[in-house]
């Protein structure tokens, strides 16, 4: 079957306003990228429980679940990094059109990817923040021992260490989780979200 075929019925749904309303909340989709080990996911869990506490539906995806489900045919090569995205992107915005507030927490690392993800979702509704303690600092929280197996070249294209990472152009916020605690990342992350998850 071809794309002639395909024929969208967003004319006969219900609209992304019509689920906004009846949640009481406009849908954005914040998307934490950063190195590996940067405090991504701590800080996005949190951020969903502190949602949800204020009477917010969020919906959170991480690096792991996404890998182990929906993109478990995928591995790290660069044209695979960047459809690991892009599905992420494309599962974000379905979340979006549903008026679900969606945290996104993945390496993302470069401005190509990134780019991608945000003109898949709407400039008007990606919220990027940019969690960027120094290196040094992600090796030593690496529990899992990624960073040492890739030191010894045991994990190929490791970002941050046999892989690069850009930093964002034009993040919305940029937290050093080594100079400050989940507490007053969350607290800075709520400021920049606060007038834009509000309904009107």
């Known amino acids: 079957m071809t794309k002639n075929h395909i024929h969208p019925v967003f004319d006969k749904i219900l609209t992304r306003e019509d689920r906004e309303r009846l949640l009481n909340q406009r849908a954005k989709v914040i998307w934490f990228t950063g190195l590996s080990g940067a405090g991504k996911s701590t800080l996005a869990a949190a951020l ?12 959170l995806l991480d690096g792991d679940n996404i890998r182990t489900g929906i993109n478990n045919n995928l591995g790290f090569t660069d044209e695979d990094r960047k459809e690991n995205i892009r599905r992420i992107a494309e599962v974000c915005k379905l979340f979006l059109n549903c008026g679900v507030i969606t ?3 993945f390496i993302s690392p470069t401005n190509e990817i990134r780019k991608l993800a945000r003109s898949i979702i709407g400039e008007e509704d990606f919220i990027e923040i940019f969690v960027n303690p120094p290196l040094q600092v992600c090796e030593q929280r690496d529990t899992k021992g990624l960073y040492k197996k890739a030191r010894k070249g045991e994990i190929k294209n490791f970002t941050g260490i046999s892989a690069p990472f850009e930093a964002p152009e034009n993040p919305d916020l940029v937290i050093d989780t080594s100079m400050v605690g989940v507490e007053e990342s969350l607290r800075m992350v709520m400021e920049v979200l606060e007038k834009d998850i509000q309904q009107k």
Do not use: Q
């Open 48 to 59: 969903e429980k502190e949602l949800y506490s204020r009477g917010f539906l969020c919906k």
């Open 103 to 105: 945290i996104a927490a």
